[in-house]
């Protein structure tokens, strides 16, 4: 577990808190779970979402405070979905995480020497802001990753992108889910029901609120053009299939006519004078050559290749 005040920026501290400052208390599920003594009354404290049972962002409203949940699309190293758990107060803010993620951007806060404004509103602008922070470059990595694919599916190269290009279109559904999930919190933030933040973390929450836009309608172009590749990608898989269909269709129309004169000439009735004729099994294979040479001419004249 780790105490923070909030003041003009963040403070670590042990034991007691000053008396009316501001407190951040970060801990685990499982100290959440064993009810560690933290400066945050009891019957508060149990309205704090566990990080582990965290499933998407959202915020609600309990007796005395506001207690959420904030799930991003990113995993920590060990492929455990980064989650917050977090719950605000009067002059107090839990955070809840399991994966270390939190502490590295307090540590991150705390080194930048950013400001909090003396409340866990400002606090909680700030570390929404960091969270939100390297979000678009990551957009933008997803988007060069589908253009790289759109390059490959033009060039004529489609084996193994099927799978590759399915996994770049459901990374950006849930990024455009977290964003849709996360705007809606922060609206219900700036509702300020129980009169928890002033004017100043009101007017950072509408900040928030328009980045969380920005990026929602960048996610949601994303997702569009996953589609497009989607279609160009089935577009180049009907082009093969019908190319495939067209030298099919052409042999079949070539040996249509053979197959006639080889089931005509195979009836061996009597009184066929050509199975009895010297000349007809050469003058046989000479018509054949001539009708394939024909059907030939006659598609490359009506440019069917």
Known sequence: MYQYEIGAALTPMEGELPVGSAALVLLTSEELAQGISVPVPQDILKHTPSARDARICKVETRHGCLCGSIVTPRSAKDDVPIAFGYLASEGRLVLCDDTGTAHSMIQHLIKENTQTGSSAGGFLYAFLELLLSKDLHHLQTLEEKLTDIEDQILDGAIEGLDSEMSGVRKEAIRWLRYYTQLGDMVCTLQENELGLFGDNELRQFRMVEKRV???????????????????????????????????????????????LVAGWYGMNF??????????????????????????LWIMKKKKFW
């Not at 180049?236 to 299939?241: A, G, W």
């Not at 099919?248 to 053979?258: H, N, S, W």
């Not at 004078?273 to 040479?293: N, R």
Request: neutral net charge; contains cysteine; hydrophobic residues 45%.
């Open 270 to 295: 009597t009184g066929m004078p050509e199975l009895t004729w010297k000349y007809g099994y050469p003058v046989v294979i000479g018509v054949s050559v001539l009708i394939v040479l024909f059907c």
């Open 213 to 259: 836009g920005r990026l929602e309608n960048e996610a949601q172009t994303l997702r569009e053009y996953g589609v497009q590749v989607r279609e160009l990608f089935q577009a180049e898989i009907d082009i093969r299939q019908n190319r495939i269909m067209k030298i099919l269709t052409i042999v079949t129309t070539i040996f249509l006519p053979l197959s």
